[in-house]
């Protein structure tokens, strides 16, 4: 990364170091040696004003041996005291020569080589001053005057060892500041890494939010503000899961009440469709068949009843699909009331075949019912009966060959209830439609028994209803069709 935090960190801090040992350096070399004076300045004037209060030789010495010598030895001060007659009562030169001290003081009380002095400070009874001693070119710090009882004095220190002390501290500056720069380099890249790694994985864990990925976590841990914010990407990685979970199951839902109002806009259509054309033949034969009767085409009481005969059945064929719609639309938009009850299914099977039992002769079939005793199930016996007799009337209407029908009960986990017709197999490219509305494999003979297409999809429905599976499956010799049951 070009613009790095963890760079600029190390860039800023290392820079405020250099720039904070730099500053120090340049202090050091300009204000040191002032400051250095200042200092002595105060050193100077506090011996001063210990010796201002003495009246005699004796306590003179005695206040430079005792009180003032500290200042003396602390500060290394030459000083020199000389009595109103110019007689010496002190003298400390700490290596200076003290004939030097006493002509010095000479010369300042007469007024000379003042030109050659910088004055640091003059006062009604002293005088500051930086001088040079033209013998060795030193430079000192040069305190003289009076004390209160007429004593003349001179103090000097010199700064040469200032200067040398600030030319060590500069240097040993140097040195030590090359190795403070690279400790707190180190510690700046450290610290930095500490802060900067918990941000890149939160950048990280933003970018993986941004793809739904919300398994990302932040596990950086800690207790400082960055886990704060690691803790807050994690809360809401999961209300975003949620919250995106929740709009997926709402588009979900939506999508499927879009389609089922789609499904059920294309039902519509071909549900008028198909009934529009399943009316329209019964409807021209009666319609046909009464002008006929009107217009007296056949006046024998014969031909009379032949007119009335097909069109009262072809108006039975046309009130029958109407029922079977009705029951269809009740069935498929959820309308009819599912009532679960305890039925021995073995037992209706037996009443539908009875009730049957006269078609079953008319089609000379030779129908067995296979099952062992009783068997109950639980499910609503209204529908289960339409579905034995769609099934048992299916067969009855497709039944050849041997005319065999088989009506079998099977019991395990579940009841599984077949009826087997001989005959032709249903194409297998017309198995998966046969259970739509008003879908028929062979047209003419639908048309022969009468049969309108809507039996399949009752009991497609039906079985849709119960939560029940059901099929059918071709063999060589014929056609089974089979739907199962609860036992519990």
Known sequence: ????????????????????????????????????????????????????????????????????????????????????????????????????????????????????????????????????????????????????????????????????????????????????????????????????????????????????????????????????????????????????????????????????????????TEFLGNVSHELKTPLALIQGYAEGLKEGISDDPESREFYCDVIMDEAAKMNKMVKNLLTLNQLEFGKNEVQFERFDVAELIQGVLESMKILTEQKEARLTFLHDGPVYVWADEFLVEQVVRNYISNALNHVDGDRIIEVKIQQAEHVRVSVFNTGQPIPEEDIEHIWDKFYKVDKARTREYGGNGIGLSIVKATMDSLKQEYGVKNYDNGVEFWFTLDVK
């Open 1 to 268: 990364m070009k613009r790095s935090i963890k760079r600029q960190m190390i860039l800023v801090f290392a820079g405020l170091v250099c720039f904070a040992l730099l500053a120090i350096l340049i202090l050091n070399e300009i204000f040191m040696e002032r400051y250095y004076i200042v200092y002595k300045e105060k050193d100077l004037q506090e011996v001063h004003q210990l010796l201002s209060k003495v009246d005699s030789a004796a306590e003179l010495k005695e206040v430079l041996n005792n009180d003032a010598w500290s200042i003396l030895e602390r500060s290394n001060i030459a000083i020199l005291v000389c009595d109103e007659a110019g007689s010496v009562m002190f003298r400390e030169t700490n290596g200076t020569g003290g004939e030097l001290l006493a002509k010095q003081l000479v010369a300042n009380l007469l007024d000379r080589n003042q030109g050659g002095k910088e004055i640091l400070y003059q006062g009604s009874d002293y005088q500051i001053s930086k001088s040079v001693d033209l013998r060795n070119s030193s430079e000192y710090v040069e305190m003289w005057g009076f004390l209160n009882n007429g004593f003349s004095f001179i103090m000097r220190t010199p700064l040469e060892s200032i200067r040398t002390s600030v030319a060590l501290t500069s240097r040993f500056l140097i040195s030590v500041g090359c190795g403070i720069i690279l400790i707190s380099a180190v510690l700046i890249w450290y610290f930095s890494r500490r802060i900067t790694e918990p941000i890149l994985e939160l950048a990280s864990l933003s970018r993986r939010m941004a793809g739904l990925d919300f398994e990302a976590k932040y596990t950086g841990g800690g207790s400082d503000e960055i886990a704060v914010l690691g803790e807050s990407f994690n809360t809401m990685s999961k209300e975003l899961e949620r919250t995106i979970s929740d709009l997926k199951n709402a588009n979900y839902e939506l999508q499927k009440d879009i389609e089922q109002k789609e499904q059920i806009e294309t039902m519509r």
